[in-house]
């Protein structure tokens, strides 16, 4: 079972965590899981940026993101050559270590 290691984020996960994946499930879908309150403004469906990551390792074991999916981070704070939107990236059988930027472009979060 693959592994994917979230780095400490300030406000989501202070301490970091590792967790257990299903191959096929998204980077979004395991944080969610596991009570990490990553904001999904659009509610996973590849229409915002706010569930963006940065893939550390393990980001050339992803399927290739898709057209729609490079539009949205064209648009993303932060953005890395190994960003991905985490509603979209889905885990196959390699271990992952993600970091969540600190900022996103959402102008206002419910809870």
């Not at 965590?17 to 395991?30: F, H, K, M, Q, S």
């Not at 893939?55 to 898709?66: I, K, P, T, W």
């Not at 064209?74 to 890395?80: I, P, Q, R, T, V």
């Not at 050559?81 to 196959?92: E, I, N, W």
Request: aromatic share 4%.
């Amino acid at each position: 079972m693959p592994k994917i290691v979230i780095l400490p984020h300030k406000d989501l996960l202070p301490e970091g965590g590792v967790y257990d994946a299903t191959p096929g499930e998204t980077i979004l879908d395991v944080a969610l899981r596991n009570g990490i309150e990553v904001e999904h403004a659009c509610e996973k469906s590849c229409a915002c940026t706010t569930c963006h990551c940065v893939v550390r390792e393990g980001f050339d074991s992803l399927a290739e993101s898709s057209e729609d999916e490079d539009d949205m981070l064209d648009k993303a704070w932060g953005l890395e050559p190994d960003s991905r939107l985490s509603c979209q990236a889905r885990v196959t059988d390699e271990d992952l270590v993600v970091e969540f930027p600190r900022y996103t472009i959402n102008h206002a979060r419910e809870h």
